[in-house]
């Protein structure tokens, strides 16, 4: 059946894949944060209708009126502040921002609430407590990212966890490894990942648009990376195992 998506950073490069996936047969609404002709062109040509709505500037209820306009079914957070912006920046878009979109959707009226998707990353996760599964390249790289993005790394962290506490609407979070722009190949691994493997801007987009039918993926923070098993059938394997990778 035909659903209702909103896409939060809607020009960005997994978001404009995921249009380009879920259109014609669903209704996509993507959100950029300023009037541009290019942004909104690429989205139509994406089968999408572009809607100006910025994370730092609109409010939540902004984004409630949007919901509740749109009927919206599912959401997904696929907007990022950039590897180079400054910590105002940072934390405007993947913290208060995130917090905005949690916000509306509880403010939709209860059987109306879209469910939603949030990209975040790899190895976000509480400072002090480090996954048994990391070996020493997993470690080491760890702190490097952690030094090179410190800002990001923490301002994602307290996004998460602010969403991880939340029962009123049902939430995926998915967690990929450094994105690439290589064909996908539909295959993925999900769970338990080492640091060092990247993931296809493609795959993620193809996992995003699966997860729209897995209302059971609720409540999973999931690593997300290159692999060699078809993304359906990874994504069963993963739920079925019923462990989060989300560390608190
Ligand atoms: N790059 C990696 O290796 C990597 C690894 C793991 C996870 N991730 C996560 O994956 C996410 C998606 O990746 P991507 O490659 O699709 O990123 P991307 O191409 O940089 O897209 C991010 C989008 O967010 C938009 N945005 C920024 N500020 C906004 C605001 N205030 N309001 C609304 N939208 C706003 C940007 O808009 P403008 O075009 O106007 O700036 C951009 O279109 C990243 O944001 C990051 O959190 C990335």
Redesign the pocket.
Known sequence: MSKSIVI????????LRLARLLSPAHRITS????E?ED?AKDIVDAGATPVI?????ASSEDYTKLFTEKSADFVVF??????RAPEE?VK???YE?CIKIFDAIERVEESKRPRLAV????DIRSPDKIPEHYNDEDKKQSERVRQLMPN?IHW?YEADKNLVARTAFKWTIL??????DQPGVEKLSLGKAHLSVL?S?DD?AQLLATVLDRPDAAGFAIDTVGGEIPIPESLDAYIERGETDWIG
């Open positions: 939060i950073g809607g020009h960005g490069r997994v978001a959100v950029i944060r300023s541009s942004q709505l910025s994370l730092e500037e696929a907007a990022g502040s950039g590897f920046r405007k878009v993947e921002g990209v975040s990353a790899l990001y994602r967690r990929p490894g450094g994105l690439t993931t801007r993620l």
